[in-house]
């Protein structure tokens, strides 16, 4: 996605004043079917740290229970809390197809900042007549008139031309404008009842898809950090950044065409997250 570093929610897209584009490299097809070779060595590796691995996890299934613990500096090391199911229902409602109506305790702020990431990085933010509806949804009430007027001027008709959409933020017809993303997990940095900070680590893929496209559709890893209030019964956004990463090595995966991204878009639908 490459948003930029640490840029505020009033910056440019998902919160940055980078415009999402990555022109392809020239004389490529974007969108072919060529796939890299496979490096032996780095099969070579990923074989030996998997039997690493198994053998770690072996010892560890043996170990006693007699075995007596460490002690030292990190006994008073407070564990860090795993972004595992709880099994309890997120939300139980939707407002403008927003999720709405969390908890309000720790495990519901976490499922509101992963939801709200998944619209502040989305197409929907960019059409002039969905944005409104999504920022009164997503920030705080005292929030929402300069998010508005900060978000006019940035995704204003210069920036729409610029990724290849018309003044309504629609795509060229037999094209279609990919944003979406996908939380891979929460962690709340602080907590304090009525406020809450949390990080959120994403995937996503954007970009548009056509056989002529100068932005064809890529992936990115990113994280986002939202500062929430509970108001209303609900929590809201004040305030959100992001920065790049952490980003995993990318994989041998043979590229699909333009058709076929188009219609994964369209076929497949997104999730509400919970905690």
Not at 64 to 70: A, I, V
């Amino acid at each position: 996605m490459s948003l930029g570093d640490e840029h505020e929610a009033s910056g440019g897209y998902g919160g940055t004043g980078q415009t999402r584009t990555r022109l392809p490299d020239t004389g490529a097809d974007p969108y072919g079917t060529s796939r890299r070779p496979r490096s032996s060595s780095r099969s070579l590796v990923t074989v030996v740290g998997v039997v690493v691995l198994l053998i770690a996890a072996i010892a560890f299934a043996n170990r006693g229970d007699d075995e007596p613990s460490s002690a030292g500096g990190n006994a008073d090391k407070p564990e860090a809390a795993a972004t595992a199911p709880s099994g309890k229902r997120p939300v139980q409602a939707k407002t403008g197809g927003t999720p709405s109506g969390f908890a309000h305790d720790q495990q519901g702020v976490e499922s509101a900042a992963a939801n709200y990431a998944v619209v502040l990085v989305s197409a929907d933010i960019l059409k002039p007549a969905r944005r409104p509806e999504i920022v009164r949804q997503v920030f705080d009430a005292g929030k929402v008139s300069e998010l508005e007027r900060n978000l006019d001027q940035v995704y204003d008709k210069a920036f729409l031309d610029k990724v290849g959409l018309d003044a309504n933020g629609n795509a060229p017809e037999g094209s279609t404008y990919v944003s979406r993303t996908m939380p891979v997990g929460t962690k709340v940095t602080e907590y304090g009842g009525s406020t809450a900070t949390v990080e959120v680590w994403c995937t996503g893929v954007y970009g548009m898809t056509g056989e002529s496209s100068q932005n064809p559709v890529t992936s990115d890893w990113f994280t986002m950090t939202l500062q929430l209030r509970w108001t209303d019964g609900d929590w809201k956004v004040d305030s959100f950044s992001q920065k790049e990463g952490p980003a995993p090595v990318n994989g041998d995966n043979k590229v699909s065409t333009s058709d076929d991204i188009s219609k994964a878009v369209e076929e497949f639908g997104g999730f509400t997250y919970a905690r």
